[in-house]
Every structure is written in structure tokens, then in C-alpha cells.
């Protein structure tokens, strides 16, 4: 693709968002900006369907919404909350461990930098970029599996891994897009430009498209 369309790309992706639901973290960072809640709301969601996330998000955090509060619940009232969501037992001992964390050394507060944010357990890039970004309204450019997978079917980067496809996208992408980049991209990815068989006959940017690795569409 041609570089200079992505701000084309960009403003027709919006468009499509409109008639679409946001995904669950970028629901929770718009109802409000509580980087906590961000931070563990994306935790609860990986390999986790939205709308399981969003249940389980909204219980846990009926019984408590800061470290310590979290910290005062036992092992099996955060497991009954969150549950089932993938991997809850894990996810559990991981949230109990990050609120110990936050409390010891950022004084019950998220961090607002992604490499602070790496220093906890459970928190890789894909996450730290998330809650920078919605969070904060930070210099979070957050990758997954459907902007790594997107951005290079447009031809825009040529990468093998998310991590390699953000340093990429920081490289040329014009940084006042990084802040919707993954929510639009995520929502994208979901409904039209899927994995296999993307709907590239109703696509709103298939003309810009290199459609790089597709062997069949719809």
C-alpha cells in the first residue's frame, strides 16, 4: 500500500467503528479512564472472549475497585468472580500478585510507562502499551494479533511478530493515530478483516489494500 493513504484508511475505519462495538477495554477506558480497572480488565481478557471479559471485569470490580481493596478478597471470591474466563486460577494468583506489587512499590498506583509496567508480573507489552494509551493517554501503541495481522495483509509493515510490528508501526505510523490504532484495528479484525476468509468484497479499505497472505476471501 501506499503509505500516504493511511489517513484514508484511518478516517474510513472510524466509520466502520460507528456501526460496531467497541472492544471491551476500550469500552471500559471510555465509561472511564481508571488505569487500574484498565490494567486488570486486560489481564482478565486475554485468550477470553469480550463478553465473558466484561462480566467477569464488572463483578470483580463490584467487590473491589483499588489494590488493597482487591488484596482483601480471598483467593476463592476473586476466582468465583472471575470465572470463566481463560486460565482463572492463573489469572487470579496474577492479579493478587500485581496488586501486592503496586502497593509496594508504586504506592497502591498503575504506573503510567511501559517500562514500569513490564517490571510486573503477568504484563508484557501488548498490555502495558494498552493501559499507557487508554489509561494515561500516553505513547501506547498497543499490537496484537489482529493490528500485527492487519497491518502487514495491507502491505503497510512487513514483520513476522506483534512485538517486531510495533517497533515497526513506531517507526512510521504518524503518532496521533497510536491512541485508536488498536481499538479500530481489534474491532476490524473481528468483523471484516478476519484471519481466514477475510469479507474483502464488503471491505471499507480494500482499495488500499496490498491484501498481503490472502489465499481466499468472501
Known sequence: MDDRHMAEIIRLLERELEQRELPIVSQLAEERRDPFKILISTLLSLRTKDEVTAVATERLFALASTPQEMLRLSEEEVIKAIYPVGFYRTKTETIRHVCRELIDRFHAQVPDTIDALLTLKGVGRKTANLVVALGFQGDGLCVDIHVHRISN??????????????????????????????????????????????????????????????????
Open 153 to 218: 495483509r495491507l502491505g503497510y509493515v512487513r514483520t513476522k511478530a506483534p512485538e517486531e510490528t510495533e517497533f515497526a508501526l513506531r517507526g512510521k505510523l504518524p503518532r496521533k493515530y497510536w491512541l485508536r490504532y488498536n481499538t479500530l484495528l481489534v474491532a476490524f479484525g473481528r468483523n471484516t478483516c478476519r484471519p481466514l476468509s477475510p469479507f474483502c468484497s464488503s471491505c471499507p479499505v480494500a482499495v488500499y489494500c496490498d491484501r498481503v497472505g490472502v489465499m481466499k476471501s468472501r
